[in-house]
């Protein structure tokens, strides 16, 4: 029995020493400088160059404009991730809850096409969606980052599972007591979904603030970029005998790193328990 502990704590130690490993390369060179690591490339050895490196990252005026900032491109990257998280969870709900409890004839069929959507990603659908937004003059606008992206059908698929499972017996009390679709909602269903409402929020928060191509589509102006777009804007520099701020790339990567893991950790527990719990 030892024998086994020991191998799958081994297992486990040298998956965990892969996954953090990158990060940790990543981190350690983003404080030399640029020369140095265009030089001898990445290492594991620590620089002097971190509060000058961080600091400049955050708050030193750069770009085409000289005027956006890592702080500006974090805020961005939070908008779009919160923004994202809570349409996509709002509209689901909203859609799950129509579809279970208000049984309309076509309501299966309704879930069928929504839930068919997975089968056509953003890149299939991009061009289309960017006439609408430029039609509609929402280029450059977080309006416009966000709402083209807020419709779920992985959201729609977990919650209509989740309140299906919801005794019916709860329903039946509830019109008793003379509780309406709207009180019925947001009184018991709502409170019941929170553990499946925190899973859905880290997985779709993660997802819409790691989002490049539908945000280099939608903004030319440096104030709307995204910390992952401020990576890329970094290393198309190479002109000439310019070396790219290699230190400042990678120092970017590491802070677009630490909110998704953060929210990661704060919120497991309920992230497991939306994911696998089955009680009411």
């Known amino acids: 029995m030892y024998r086994m502990k020991f ?59 000289g005027k956006v900032t890592g702080l500006t491109m974090l805020a961005n990257s939070m908008i779009l991730g919160l923004g994202f998280a809570v349409g996509k969870i709002v509209l689901s709900m909203l859609a799950a809850y129509a579809i279970v409890y208000f049984r309309f004839r076509a309501a299966t069929l309704m879930f ?10 953003l890149e299939v659908r991009i061009l289309p969606s960017y006439e609408v937004m430029h039609k509609l003059g929402l280029i450059n606008t977080y309006t416009g980052l966000i709402v083209p992206l807020l419709a779920s ?21 509830a019109r008793i007591d003379g509780a309406g679709p709207f009180k019925f909602f947001i009184d018991i269903l709502v409170p019941l979904s ?4 925190a899973a859905m929020f880290i997985i779709m928060f993660v997802y819409g603030w790691n989002q490049y191509l539908w945000p280099m589509l939608m903004t030319n102006d440096e104030s709307f970029y995204t ?20 230190n400042e790339a990678f120092a970017m990567a590491v802070l677009a790193i630490l909110p998704p893991v953060a929210m990661v950790v704060i919120f497991q527990s309920w992230f497991i328990k939306g994911l696998t719990e089955s009680d009411k």
């Open 7 to 65: 191998r799958d704590h081994l297992i486990l130690t040298i998956g965990s020493i892969l996954m953090l490993l990158p990060v940790v390369v990543a981190f350690m060179t983003s404080t030399h400088e640029a020369a140095d690591i265009h030089m001898n490339g990445l290492t594991l050895a620590p620089g002097d160059h971190f509060a000058e490196t961080y600091t400049k990252v955050l708050t030193h005026e750069g770009g085409f404009t």
């Open 112 to 121: 069928w096409i929504i839930f068919t959507t997975l089968l056509l990603p």
């Open 153 to 173: 059908a992985t959201g729609t698929f977990f919650f209509r599972q989740f309140f299906k499972s919801v005794p019916d017996e709860l329903l039946e009390a």
């Open 194 to 197: 929170r553990t499946m409402i």
């Open 227 to 246: 910390l992952v777009r401020g990576i890329k804007q970094i290393l198309i520099v190479w002109v000439g005998s310019q070396i790219p701020d290699y």
